[in-house]
């Protein structure tokens, strides 16, 4: 296989996170948002109007970029899309903020950078103060455009993903939601980070794309250069910069290995997930909402454990309304009949954090701040929006509302009430719905493990959300790479928790999912059916390998199996437990780059 030469560089390898499966290869586009160090220093009298120069200059630079990308959006994505960018050449022209700069560098005699910067955040903090939508977007474009024009006046060329157009391997110091829009169009064949661990609400967008990536790399942002060409290998977390033909010839043999076994697995893609005892399970997919309909139909999957909403909200600029939403659930709805879909309502925050400003916050702890369930009762007509639109939906096949981040009795108490008074609504209205909906909330807070039988009461199901309930009960921040050794989801208080949960579901007769990253995870199926699973969602690529291992075992085995673990009493047990489990019962070895 030729991958394209690159003897003449030295190679050079990292270690980093596997993130998400798979070997991509070609050149690197870097891509750098960490805030810039911004210099501070006096400019001597007689040449404060050198610095008003290039002022003038990195403005131009600017506009004529916009411009560019502008052209590109709007042949692209169309006008809509396009036509936020008529909102930063608007403030590119915004002559009192032109002139206040000025003024500036006249007054405090600083470099113009600098200058720009102070004026600009002083707009940007007047304007995100105000309770009001429509300026508050406009910080967020001041803020945009200030990062742009402090980039071409320090002549640093920010790599913008717009400007993305030869297949490349991304390289960038962290990762946001909406990079998921470059990944769908097949531009990111791969990606390297310096940030992120595992369950990163962007890595988990990259696996559901089949987009290879490494994370936890910090400074690969500076090892890499434009013209290097970069190797992502996802399955052991290992990046090869200016791979040696010796190297891609390796590669192209593993992938092939890899292909094989790929085919074999593939094989119980469309069979049923039935172990060799007779007891069958229920295989359903995560999923954004955005997959293409192939996708959807073709995955294996018997139905929707997860439709993550937020990917709707995240590409806009606005909340989309009611209709747009009922639109995009519908389409999910129809395609998954006569399987079950279940819409999880809105979790925004944490990772799931919007360039745009539609949330509107800044904190210091977004993973325990004002996050996916506490944001929609405090803002009841977006999320009665979102329920009307799910509840319109349900008239299409079968859907269940899920509500995120649950701590509470209250919470769920205060979310099903607004189900039942958009039912009424809607009863007046005329507009059809499923009058049983079934409404149920994620586990994935530790108050919520802890009061499962309470919330019992209030739920026809639970879904065990694993990457959450880690990081809660661990106190590991999912996304940081600094303490992803930390990230053990083998961790006995993990083990333990997940018990407890589904203990409490079978006492009080309510079905217990798991929908977090462990639900696709091959060594954790066997352990999560023998506690009392009944439903796994996953990732799509996940499902053919997960539904050959349960084709291959016993319940009776995976059952003695929980037991053991639950009895175990360090990670590393527990580790060894589920690896021998795994390749006892599939004895396929895989092979090593
Ligand atoms: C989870 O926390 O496990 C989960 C499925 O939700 P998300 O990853 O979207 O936070
Ligand atoms: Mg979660």
């Not at 929609?376 to 939906?393: D, G, S, T």
Request: charged content about 25%; hydrophobic content about 40%; proline content about 4%.
């Amino acid at each position: 296989m030729v991958w394209g030469m690159s003897e003449m560089k030295e190679e050079r390898v990292y270690q980093g996170i596997a993130a998400a499966p798979g070997v991509a290869h070609g050149p690197a586009f870097l891509s750098v948002r960490s805030d810039l160090d911004i210099p501070k220093r006096l400019v001597p009298r007689e040449r404060r109007e050198e610095e008003i120069s290039r002022f003038e200059q990195g403005l131009l630079t600017t506009r004529q970029q916009i411009t560019q990308i502008r052209a590109e959006i709007e042949e692209r994505l169309g006008e809509d899309e396009a036509a936020i960018f008529d909102a930063h050449q608007m403030v590119l022209e915004d002559r009192a903020l032109i002139e206040e700069t000025i003024k500036e560098v006249a007054e405090t005699g600083y470099n113009i950078e600098f200058c720009f910067q102070q004026v600009a955040y002083r707009y940007i903090e007047a304007f995100s103060n105000i309770d009001d939508e429509y300026i508050r977007e406009r910080a967020a474009d001041i803020r945009d455009v200030t990062r742009r024009v402090i980039f071409n006046l320090m002549g640093r060329r920010e790599s913008d993903l717009d400007m993305l157009v030869e297949p490349s391997v991304l390289v960038a110091d962290d990762l946001h939601p909406s990079d998921t829009t470059h990944m769908a169009r097949g531009r990111v064949l791969g990606i390297i980070s310096e940030q992120g661990g595992r369950t990163g609400h962007s890595v988990i967008m990259a696996r559901s794309l089949n987009v290879p990536c490494v994370v936890g790399l910090p400074q690969i942002t500076n090892a890499i250069a434009a013209d290097d060409q970069a190797l992502v290998d996802g399955f052991d977390g290992i990046v090869i910069v200016n791979p040696s033909e010796q190297t891609l010839y390796r590669y192209g043999r593993l992938r092939s290995a890899r292909a094989d076994i790929e085919r074999r697995f593939n094989e119980a893609k469309f069979a049923e997930a039935s172990t060799t005892d007779d007891c069958r399970f229920a295989i359903q997919l995560n999923i954004e909402g955005n997959e293409p309909e192939d996708l959807l139909k073709n995955s294996g999957a018997t139905g929707v454990g997860l439709f993550r909403t937020e990917a709707l909200f995240l590409s806009s600029r606005e909340f989309p309304n009611e209709e747009a939403q009922f639109r995009a659930y519908r389409r999910v709805v129809e395609q998954m009949a006569p399987h079950p879909v279940t819409i999880r309502t809105l979790d925004l925050g944490g990772d799931k954090n919007p360039h745009n400003s539609l949330y509107g916050y800044q904190e210091a702890n977004p993973f325990m701040g004002f996050r996916a369930i506490r944001f929609c009762l405090e803002n009841p007509k977006v999320f009665k929006e979102q329920l009307r639109a799910i509840l319109r939906a349900s008239a299409y096949g079968k859907v269940k509302v899920m509500y995120p981040m649950i701590a509470s009795c209250e919470e769920v108490v205060a979310a099903n009430k607004l189900v039942e008074e958009c039912k009424d609504e809607l009863r007046r209205e005329g507009q059809a719905f499923d009058e049983k909906i079934a409404c149920g909330a994620m586990i994935e807070t530790p108050s919520a493990a802890v009061i499962t039988d309470l919330l019992a009461q209030h739920c026809d199901f639970f879904s065990i959300g694993t990457n959450d309930l880690v990081q809660y009960l661990l106190a590991v921040d999912r996304v940081n790479d600094r303490i992803a050794h930390l990230y053990e989801p083998a961790h006995p208080a993990v083990i333990r928790a997940l018990n407890f949960i589904f203990e409490a579901g079978r006492e009080h007769e309510v079905p217990v999912s798991v929908c977090g990253e462990l639900a696709g995870d091959p060594l954790y199926v066997p352990l999560l059916l023998g506690m009392g699973a009944s439903e796994l969602s996953m990732t799509w690529s996940c499902v053919p390998e997960v539904k050959y291992l349960i084709r291959e075992m016993t319940y009776r085995d995976a059952k003695r199996l929980a037991m053991r673990v639950i009895r175990a009493g360090s990670a590393p047990e527990v580790n060894e437990l589920l690896r021998d489990f795994y390749s006892r019962t599939v004895s396929i070895k895989m092979p090593q780059a």
